[in-house]
């Protein structure tokens, strides 16, 4: 079965950190891009991070560079998403994406090839 699956969600209170894993399984993730999205409660989904399979190029959204950290280990067919200093703002749930066609800056070129069902990031006090 070929399927990507999150975790590592939870309940944070601010100034915490997480680390998101994205498990690929039914196909190599290192053939792929990564993408990791947030859609924050009311809102539309957005692209935060990529990072490419050939070279592992990191890419960010402006207003999470600093924090977030993007990385991939090829052997564990896993991607991950190392969130610091979280803030309220942060909260939302996150997929990860894996694209064939590689990253556009920060996003995925394409539509993505294989998502995850997303895990849920609160940050609350």
């Known amino acids: 079965q070929v399927q990507l699956v999150e975790s590592g969600g939870g309940l944070v209170t601010p100034g915490g950190s997480l680390r998101l894993s994205c498990s690929a399984s039914?196909?190599?993730?290192?053939?792929?891009?990564i993408g990791w999205f947030r859609q924050a409660p009311g809102k539309e989904r957005e692209e935060m991070s990529c990072?490419?399979?050939?070279?592992?190029?990191?890419y960010y959204r402006d207003s999470v560079k600093g924090r977030f950290t993007i990385s991939r280990d090829d052997a564990k067919n896993t991607g991950y998403l190392q969130i610091a200093g979280l803030k309220l703002e942060d909260t939302g749930r996150y997929y990860c994406?894996?694209?064939?066609?590689?990253?556009?800056?920060?996003?995925?070129?394409?539509?993505?090839?294989?998502w995850g069902q997303g895990t849920q990031v609160t940050v609350s006090s």
């Open positions: 994406a894996a694209d064939s066609a590689g990253c556009s800056d920060y996003q995925l070129t394409e539509a993505g090839d294989y």
């Open positions: 039914g196909f190599r993730l290192d053939s792929y891009a």
């Open positions: 990072i490419s399979s050939d070279d592992g190029m990191t």
